[in-house]
């Protein structure tokens, strides 16, 4: 049998979690590292539901060089899909060095050990924080990088600069760099989902809170940007989608050969853009329930509109997304209700 075992750091993380599950789906091997310091244990139980095993998983900060070493070699490592990283914006310009250090530590030591031990094969997360606000919508892989407005975009920017000068150095490793747009729903099941740690600052989160009555009222940041009705209008793409995209970027990192770049960067996205409000109304259709909002100023740093053109992704690696905004809620909620119920 060929092995096909691939290291998902940050697997108990809420991408890597999901993705876990489409590998095992696909016929692949997951094995986790993860800190859990933005993650919690029950994570395994509940890919333990849904894939009927344990997951192997190392309770330790990937950021170590020998800790690696060892799992490579005793799980006969063979690709790897590095999710590890703080990924909490406000967090991030308060603690730039913590970011610096964990973000880009972290896959500077992932990719030494790859190269030691001939392991070529790595899928890195970025995100589509590095358009900061675009010209010209949706955007393309080729869209212009702006200068990235936070530490932890930055720490994204100088992790696609690393791939790409350790792909012109040498052909050695195999490289993709996904740029997700924004993650919003669950496992279908309800075993696994986002687990925010303390009070959410991203929208759906803070919106399942407000309506199971964890939290009073959600704000909605301004509604006095130039959109149709004047809140943000972001590209919500459901995990699963999200997470089957790794899937095909692993398959397709099979398929790179010969002398050129070895290194290759998709947007991953539903490909529409919908608006705070439009989010909302879609919840509240699916809930059945009038949600508690208000509107509020704006807040520092956000763009005004980001939706992807994932024409790249369909074309290269054969991945689409297919599942709707109203999907995507209705398994959100479920995972929501369901986490109110045993607390
Ligand atoms: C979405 C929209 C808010 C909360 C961030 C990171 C990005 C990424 C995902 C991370 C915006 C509005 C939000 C609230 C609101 N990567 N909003 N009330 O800012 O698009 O992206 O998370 O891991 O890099 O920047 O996502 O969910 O915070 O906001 O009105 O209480 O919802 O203004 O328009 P964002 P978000």
């Known amino acids: 049998m060929t092995n ?65 070493l060892d799992l490579f070699q005793q799980e006969n490592v063979r690709g790897v899909i590095h999710f590890a990283a703080f990924k909490a914006v406000g967090e991030s310009m308060e603690e730039p060095l913590r970011y610096y250090r964990n973000n880009l530590g972290s896959l500077l030591t992932l990719m030494d050990v790859m190269l030691e031990t001939g392991v070529s094969n790595l899928i890195f997360s970025s995100s589509c924080t590095v358009y900061g606000e675009p010209e010209v919508l949706p955007v393309t892989e080729l869209t212009p990088i702006q200068p990235a407005a936070s530490v932890y975009g930055n720490t994204k920017q100088i992790g696609e ?9 040498n052909k050695a490793l195999k490289m993709i760099a996904l740029r997700y747009f924004n993650p919003i729903g669950a496992h279908p099941s309800a075993q696994i989902g986002e687990l925010p740690l303390g009070i959410p600052s991203n929208l759906v989160p803070y919106l399942l809170q407000t309506a199971s009555g964890l939290r009073q009222q959600l704000t909605v940041f301004g509604d006095d940007y130039p959109t149709p009705d004047g809140t943000c209008i972001r590209d919500y793409i459901h995990v699963m989608d999200l997470a089957e995209a790794h899937v095909s970027a692993l398959q397709a990192l099979g398929q790179m050969t010969g002398a050129g770049s070895h290194y290759d960067v998709f947007n991953i996205g539903a490909g529409q853009g919908n608006s705070v409000l439009e989010l909302i109304r879609t919840f509240e259709s699916v809930s059945g329930q009038a949600l508690n909002y208000r509107i509020g100023p704006r807040r520092a740093g956000d763009v005004t509109a980001v939706y992807a053109d994932a024409t790249k992704a369909r074309e290269q690696l054969g991945w689409t997304a297919k599942r709707s905004l109203r999907e995507a809620l209705e398994d959100s909620w479920r995972w929501e209700q369901m986490l109110r119920a045993k607390v």
């Open 4 to 68: 096909n075992t691939i290291l998902v750091t940050g697997g108990a993380g809420f991408i890597g979690s999901h993705t876990v599950v489409a590998l095992a789906e696909a016929g692949f091997r997951p094995v986790i590292i993860d800190d859990f310091s933005n993650s919690q244990q029950s994570v395994l139980e509940g890919l333990k539901q849904i894939l009927g095993y344990e997951v192997p998983c190392v309770a330790h900060d990937c950021n170590d060089r020998q800790t690696l």
């Open 161 to 169: 600069e690393i791939l790409r000068d350790v792909d012109a150095a």
